[in-house]
């Protein structure tokens, strides 16, 4: 297997800097410009002499984790079919891309190919699952090239138009459908989405997923790290920005793990043994010592446009190199440079855009664009802005005809390279096509609730916004007691308690209630404002139907009553010695207060579930307040693989209780 990597896209334009060669070129002219493309190089190639007064940058892990592991806290693909597959009308044009033999694509092959994507099936499977290779993410179902005529600069090899992305193992994904054949799935990683091979990932259920999100993560932090399991025989790759959950840890290696498949296509987990010499507990600390590793890890690598032949873009070199310090960022060149605060630099002169990009820029944080590439501020030097940057090569002008100087990997340069090359026009220079600065990447901290609640649109200045167009303030400000918290919570306050989702059947500890901290007017935006408008909302759910069947009122709104039909579903494949809990169940919908309170009950919005109170315990029913529960733990896992939280798991313990409440879980099925 070959190693990884990811980004840029068919909309980052060659034209700038990211040329390729003009026709098929003399010896003569190749010596000319493997020699032209040496004296470009006119500094250290390394990061340590830029790194010497780094200021130290604090992360959001929480932000990165979210942004990062994405695909799982999706319930479906994020995107509408007609932009998800915009490839087929893009590539599905005929006489006009040629193949690794340079001759025009058949139009027949190119049928076949669009043929094979399955359109109707879009979107039928949204099923979670998890690299265990690293895969070349492809605009199309093939492994063929598409290139444009060789003859035009900035085209041919090694521009393959279908390359969307290298993905890493043990990459978050989520799965839309597959190819007509079953040998392609179209999916969703965090920063892409595109064609990757069936053999290239697993299926994951939500419990794997869980315990995946929960455990310590490593950074690799050298490329091309050979992974090995406990027997020390090779199973992969690893490039930076890889990132691996680890078990264990002692004085000379990482234990950690990824998922391969087993004989019957299921996610089995393997362990792996890996030095710490190659890797760090994320996120790294943004420092010297670490800036310089990751960087020379990067540098000299070959040019790969968007991964091609395993190797890194401009915008997969930005991304990889800040992944290991906590920082995600999107794909593309275009989406990076608009994930932060962005200062422009269009209309300045090259000494005016200089001077402003050494007042704001943050070394090795700070992201500079120009149209179709981008480049990492690397710092000062000698009164000059240096950048890093993964570069295909400086355009060039003889007699009229563009070309290119090629470059062709990695490096440290200024602003004006190319410039003491006599075919490198001015207006071909970097500086003279800069158009900003990103000055930092944003590091928001992001919750659940906009990819769990279809009624959610946004969050925003501290505000819900609502599909139908009202919004809710997200938090008050207010600092609460637990008592406050009951009568009073905003929605912030519905996740100040962690819920432990899959967790061993423990007695709760003191107060520890994850999720009875309900805000009724986000229920009502939901479910229905008023008695009668939750009970248009009502469907009916088919429970345990292979044991006797039973209709159950739920809420259809949110998905909630198709995500119990779930629970029931599986649920009604256990063994019978499960049944005599399940058979009788004490309430779904009864629109009511909470005993002793003036607060509406989850079971009023129809969005709760009490199985038989046979086998419950109830903290108001018992006087010495003492934590007992008789529910199979198989049992408690389904609803919590489905979103159900379990009373049980409340230091006011209701263990007959179950309440549909997706945005407490990292990842539900």
Partial sequence: MISIRHIFLFTCSLFVVTGCALK????????????ASKEMLLYPQNVDFLAQNITPQSVAQN????????????????????????????????????????????GAEIDAIINA????????????????QNAQMRNLPTDKPFFKKTTLPGEGYPFDYLQTSRIHVAEPIIISHYSKDGAWAFIESSFASGWIPFESFVLVDAKERTEFLSAIKIAITKDNVPLYNGKQRFITYAKVGAILPILSEDDDFFHAYMYTRDATFNAQRLELRIPKSF?????????????????????????GWGGFLANRDCSAMTRDFLSPFGIWIPR?????????????????????????????????????YLKGHIMLYAGEFEGKALVMQNIWGVRTM????EGRNVIGKAIISDLYVGANQPNVPENGLLINRVEGITIKPANTKSN??????????????????FMNGS??????????????LLENADIEDMFSQKYPAFAPITEPALNDDPGRFRNDAFLKKLYGSSKSEIEKNLTTVNWLPNHGGKKLQFNKNENASAQLQKVSDELDKLPEEYMKYLKKVDGTYYFRKIAKTERLSAHSYGIAIDLDTHYSRYWQWDKTHSFHNEFPKEIIDIFEKHGFIWGGRWYHYDTMHFEYRPELFESID
Avoid: C
């Avoid at 990067?298 to 040019?303: A, F, P, Q, V």
């Avoid at 003889?398 to 005809?401: H, Q």
């Fill in 117 to 132: 994507t399955n359109v109707e099936a879009y979107g039928s499977i949204n099923a979670h699952a998890i690299m265990i």
């Fill in 279 to 303: 890797a760090q507990t994320v996120p790294i600390s943004f420092n010297k010592e670490n800036l310089s590793q990751i960087g020379d890890a990067l540098l000299g690598e070959k040019y």
């Fill in 332 to 368: 593309n060149s275009g989406a990076q440079k608009s994930f932060g605060e962005y200062v422009s630099l269009k209309d300045l002169t090259p000494k005016e855009k200089e001077a402003m990009i050494l007042k704001n820029g943050i070394a090795f944080l700070s992201l500079i």
């Fill in 24 to 35: 098929e070129p003399s010896a003569e002219t190749f010596v000319a410009q493997k020699t």
């Fill in 471 to 484: 919004s809710l303030p997200y938090d008050d400000k207010k600092v609460k007691t637990f008592d406050e």
């Fill in 448 to 465: 659940n609730l906009v990819q769990k609640y279809p009624s959610i649109k946004t969050i925003k200045d501290n505000t819900v916004f």
């Fill in 63 to 106: 932000d990165f984790t979210y942004r990062y592991y994405s695909p799982w806290f999706r319930t479906h693909v994020s995107t509408n079919k007609e932009d998800a597959l915009w490839a087929n009308k893009s590539y599905g044009l005929k006489n006009r891309y040629y193949g690794e033999n340079l001759q025009l694509i058949d």
């Fill in 398 to 401: 003889e007699e009229g005809k």
